[in-house]
């Protein structure tokens, strides 16, 4: 069954919505869709009122240790965090109350994908696979899906596809897809990449980027068999969006589970 999945966003230490696009190296180029008022914490607290498992906190550059382990002490065990993650820091974070950490960029020095590099984080978190999430944000190159990293400005040379996949899926608990594309645009999920999605992937995968109404987690369930989970950021209402309500994607999540028994 498709899921909500919440996140935390951090950029420069407050919780923000960013268009995926435009986060280089150069702050006038950032565009963002909103900046909360509130602090990570408060995120936090209202994810584990509402029971919303699996949410993940992003760091998205420096400045958000703090804002990121204030919000761990509020729900210790249940999130999963990214953003800097390498061998030397993984464990660390695990300590810190997170659940499963996120790793993108470390896994491709040089923007080529490091088979070492991914036994490093897995020897650092005693090789419990289950602890570990494989960021596998992309942008689309002509018909491809190509990972992208360093806040999704450079593309990497592996493809998502099923052997990748298929590669990857024996070391790791977790797929996070982010549509780099799309992020933060609200003008639609990539349909093509769900469906495929939902067609190669056997452990749990969530999708984010370009969601604009709570009736995306029926098209993500339509078209990936109840396989994919979503996240929905900019358009949801505790964000400043008008297109989805937090109690919405709540009643959403406990209908589904009411559904499986």
């Known amino acids: 069954m498709t899921r909500f999945r919440p996140c935390i966003d951090l950029h420069s230490g407050?919780?923000?919505?960013?268009?995926?696009?435009?986060?280089?190296?150069t702050a006038s180029t950032l565009h963002t869709n909103h900046v909360s008022s509130h602090s990570a914490a408060h995120f936090a607290r209202a994810y584990r009122d509402h029971g919303l498992e699996g949410a993940h906190i992003i760091l998205l550059g420096p400045g958000n240790v703090q804002a990121a382990r204030d919000a761990l002490v509020e729900w210790p065990g249940h999130f999963q965090v990214g953003g800097g993650i390498t061998d030397l820091n993984a464990q660390e974070w695990i300590g810190l109350g997170a659940a499963k950490v996120i790793v993108t960029s470390f896994l491709f020095p040089h923007a080529a994908f490091s088979w070492a590099a991914l036994r490093a984080v897995l020897h650092a978190l005693q090789n419990d696979v289950g602890k570990l999430v494989i960021d596998l944000s992309c942008k689309r190159s002509g018909d491809r899906w190509m990972?992208?990293?360093d806040k999704w400005q450079t593309?990497?040379?592996?493809?998502?596809n099923r052997d990748t996949i298929r590669l990857l899926e024996p070391h790791c608990s977790e797929f996070l897809v982010h549509a780099a594309d799309h992020e933060g645009l609200q003008r639609g999920i990539d349909q093509a990449l769900v469906r495929k999605l939902g067609e190669w992937c056997t452990i749990p995968v969530t999708y984010a980027g370009g969601s604009r109404t709570v009736d995306d987690l029926r098209l993500v369930e339509e078209l990936s068999l109840g396989k994919v989970d979503l996240t929905?950021?900019?358009?949801?209402?505790?964000f400043g969006g008008s297109g989805a309500r937090l109690a919405d994607c709540v009643q959403w999540n406990k209908a589904k589970e009411a559904e499986s028994g």
Do not use: C, F, P
Not at 155 to 160: A, G, H, Q
Not at 232 to 238: K, M, Q, V
């Open 14 to 25: 407050q919780v923000k919505q960013i268009v995926g696009a435009t986060l280089t190296r």
């Open 147 to 149: 990972v992208a990293m």
């Open 232 to 238: 929905i950021g900019s358009a949801l209402d505790i």
């Open 155 to 160: 593309l990497t040379d592996l493809e998502v």
